[in-house]
């Protein structure tokens, strides 16, 4: 198991990339794994033969308009453990609680 981390987008597509990302951000959701998009990145947790595809089909539709397109991708590969795409977060916010610095 894993958390992937990436953030697509067409190079060259003028100011606004926020329909290109869409798609791809549709195509993630439509996955069934768990994710959670950001200003920056959408994270995905699965097997990598599960999300590895998962990602081509986003990069492949922003590449859909004829741009060439960025991919970033970043992984924290922890076999054995599930859920964690909350889990990670939730630990540092008990962690911020413990100590006051809570948002």
């Known amino acids: 198991m894993a958390v992937f981390a990436f953030s697509v987008a ?23 794994l768990p994710n959670r998009t950001t200003s920056m990145f959408t994270e995905i947790e699965g097997e990598w033969d ?17 741009h060439r397109v960025s991919l970033v991708l970043k992984a924290d590969i922890r076999p054995g453990y599930t859920g964690q795409l909350d ?15 809570r948002d």
């Open 10 to 32: 067409p190079l060259g597509a003028g100011e606004s990339v926020a329909d290109s990302v869409a798609e791809a951000v549709r195509i993630v959701r439509a996955s069934g």
């Open 50 to 66: 599960e999300v590895m595809p998962v990602v081509q089909r986003a990069t492949e539709a922003v590449a859909a308009g004829g």
């Open 87 to 101: 889990a990670k977060v939730e630990r540092v916010e008990e962690r911020l609680a413990e100590t006051g610095d």
